[in-house]
Protein backbone atom coordinates (compact mmCIF):
# COMPACT_ATOMS: atom_id res chain seq x y z
CA UNK A 1 0.00 0.00 0.00
CA UNK A 2 1.35 3.28 -0.95
CA UNK A 3 1.65 6.09 1.64
CA UNK A 4 -1.20 8.27 0.01
CA UNK A 5 -3.28 5.31 0.01
CA UNK A 6 -2.79 5.14 3.52
CA UNK A 7 -2.83 8.74 4.16
CA UNK A 8 -6.45 8.71 2.55
CA UNK A 9 -7.57 5.85 4.40
CA UNK A 10 -6.43 7.55 7.51
CA UNK A 11 -7.98 10.83 6.31
CA UNK A 12 -11.29 9.06 5.78
CA UNK A 13 -11.50 7.64 8.68
CA UNK A 14 -10.72 10.31 11.07
CA UNK A 15 -13.36 13.03 9.15
CA UNK A 16 -15.55 9.77 9.40
CA UNK A 17 -14.66 10.28 13.84
CA UNK A 18 -15.55 13.79 13.56
CA UNK A 19 -18.43 13.99 11.16
CA UNK A 20 -19.69 11.07 13.79
CA UNK A 21 -18.97 13.61 16.68
CA UNK A 22 -20.44 16.30 15.11
CA UNK A 23 -23.63 14.36 14.33
CA UNK A 24 -23.84 13.17 18.12
CA UNK A 25 -23.96 17.01 19.20
CA UNK A 26 -26.29 18.30 17.01
CA UNK A 27 -28.81 15.97 18.24
CA UNK A 28 -28.35 17.15 21.92
CA UNK A 29 -27.87 20.59 21.57
CA UNK A 30 -31.08 23.29 21.48
CA UNK A 31 -32.82 23.12 17.54
CA UNK A 32 -32.89 26.88 17.66
CA UNK A 33 -30.75 29.66 19.18
CA UNK A 34 -27.34 30.66 19.61
CA UNK A 35 -24.55 27.87 21.14
CA UNK A 36 -21.07 28.90 22.50
CA UNK A 37 -18.64 29.29 19.82
CA UNK A 38 -15.79 30.41 22.35
CA UNK A 39 -14.96 29.32 25.81
CA UNK A 40 -12.66 31.06 28.32
CA UNK A 41 -9.66 29.11 29.81
CA UNK A 42 -12.19 28.15 32.90
CA UNK A 43 -14.39 26.82 30.68
CA UNK A 44 -17.28 29.22 30.47
CA UNK A 45 -18.58 30.34 27.53
CA UNK A 46 -17.89 33.87 26.61
CA UNK A 47 -19.26 34.29 22.59
CA UNK A 48 -22.51 32.42 21.48
CA UNK A 49 -23.20 31.90 17.29
CA UNK A 50 -24.36 29.32 14.78
CA UNK A 51 -24.44 25.84 15.90
CA UNK A 52 -23.40 25.20 12.46
CA UNK A 53 -19.86 26.92 12.45
CA UNK A 54 -19.33 24.46 15.75
CA UNK A 55 -20.37 21.20 14.48
CA UNK A 56 -18.03 22.10 11.27
CA UNK A 57 -15.28 23.79 11.76
CA UNK A 58 -12.97 21.18 12.86
CA UNK A 59 -14.02 18.78 10.27
CA UNK A 60 -13.06 21.18 7.92
CA UNK A 61 -9.76 22.71 9.29
CA UNK A 62 -8.80 18.86 9.15
CA UNK A 63 -9.76 18.90 5.75
CA UNK A 64 -7.48 22.12 5.15
CA UNK A 65 -4.86 20.18 7.01
CA UNK A 66 -4.89 17.10 5.09
CA UNK A 67 -4.17 19.26 1.91
CA UNK A 68 -1.87 20.92 3.13
CA UNK A 69 0.35 18.06 4.34
CA UNK A 70 -0.20 15.98 1.25
CA UNK A 71 0.77 18.61 -0.58
CA UNK A 72 3.94 19.39 1.42
CA UNK A 73 4.51 15.46 0.39
CA UNK A 74 3.91 15.95 -3.49
CA UNK A 75 5.96 19.23 -3.11
CA UNK A 76 9.24 17.75 -1.89
CA UNK A 77 11.66 16.54 -4.30
CA UNK A 78 11.69 12.39 -4.49
CA UNK A 79 13.95 11.08 -1.61
CA UNK A 80 13.48 13.59 0.95
CA UNK A 81 9.92 13.01 2.53
CA UNK A 82 10.30 9.59 4.67
CA UNK A 83 6.67 8.12 3.92
CA UNK A 84 6.71 7.09 7.20
CA UNK A 85 7.42 10.10 8.98
CA UNK A 86 4.90 11.65 6.98
CA UNK A 87 1.88 9.28 8.12
CA UNK A 88 3.28 9.31 11.27
CA UNK A 89 2.35 13.08 11.13
CA UNK A 90 -0.77 12.92 9.62
CA UNK A 91 -2.03 10.63 12.46
CA UNK A 92 -0.52 12.52 15.32
CA UNK A 93 -2.02 15.95 14.12
CA UNK A 94 -5.17 13.89 13.20
CA UNK A 95 -5.63 12.81 16.82
CA UNK A 96 -5.00 16.55 18.46
CA UNK A 97 -7.84 17.65 16.24
CA UNK A 98 -10.20 15.02 17.26
CA UNK A 99 -9.02 15.80 20.66
CA UNK A 100 -9.99 19.48 20.12
CA UNK A 101 -13.34 18.29 19.01
CA UNK A 102 -13.83 16.20 21.36
CA UNK A 103 -13.26 18.89 24.57
CA UNK A 104 -15.26 20.86 21.79
CA UNK A 105 -18.13 18.62 22.63
CA UNK A 106 -17.63 18.21 25.96
CA UNK A 107 -17.94 22.11 26.78
CA UNK A 108 -21.09 21.96 24.41
CA UNK A 109 -22.80 19.42 26.23
CA UNK A 110 -22.12 20.81 29.96
CA UNK A 111 -23.25 23.86 28.65
CA UNK A 112 -26.33 22.83 27.14
CA UNK A 113 -27.31 20.65 30.42
CA UNK A 114 -26.76 24.25 32.17
CA UNK A 115 -29.53 25.74 30.08
Known sequence: MTA?????VVTVGFLLAMLAVSA?????LPPDGPVPVHFDIRG???RLGS?????SL???SYLV????????????PPGETD???LIFGHVFASLVLLAAHGL????LMRWARRQ
Request: glycine share 4%; net charge neutral.
Open 65 to 76: LTGVIMAIGAAA
Open 58 to 60: LPA
Open 4 to 8: SAVLL
Open 44 to 46: NAD
Open 51 to 55: RWVVL
Open 104 to 107: VAFL
Open 24 to 28: WMAQR
Open 83 to 85: PVE
